[in-house]
């Protein structure tokens, strides 16, 4: 039988999580409920930030878990659907910005090479 990569979340493996280190645990879950608690920010706003992040950082429980907080805290499926496509901007932005380290690699190569001079960075 296969086993699937991402467990389903369960009693017994929070309590596992919580045996192994209880007052990390603790001060883990306080820091949390902190976080996510109303602010200079609403909770349903840190929660759909909550699910644009899980979907950069790709945590399947991270984006279950706070796909359904932010439906509960009254945010819309459009809300949720428009959070993540800010989340795929970013990512793609990230990617197409750091091209900049790619590109400016490729022309100090071509310069050792005897190439055409690599310009400076500014």
């Excluded at 609403?42 to 984006?63: D, F, N, R, W």
């Excluded at 949720?80 to 793609?92: G, L």
């Amino acid at each position: 039988m296969e086993h699937p990569m991402y467990p389903d979340t369960s009693r017994e493996l929070n309590q596992k999580r919580k045996e192994l280190a209880p007052d990390i645990y603790a001060a883990f879950k306080a820091f949390g409920e902190r976080v996510f608690a109303d602010g200079a920010l609403p909770s349903k706003t840190k929660e759909l930030i909550a699910v644009a992040v899980a979907h950069v950082t790709q945590c399947p429980y991270c984006i279950r878990g706070h796909t359904e907080l932010a439906l509960r805290k009254g945010a819309t499926q459009q809300e949720v659907m428009e959070a993540i496509w800010v989340a795929s901007e970013m990512r793609a932005g990230g990617a197409y910005a750091h091209s900049n380290l790619a590109i400016d690699t490729m022309n100090r190569v071509e310069a050792k090479r005897g190439g055409v001079q690599a310009p400076t960075a500014t």
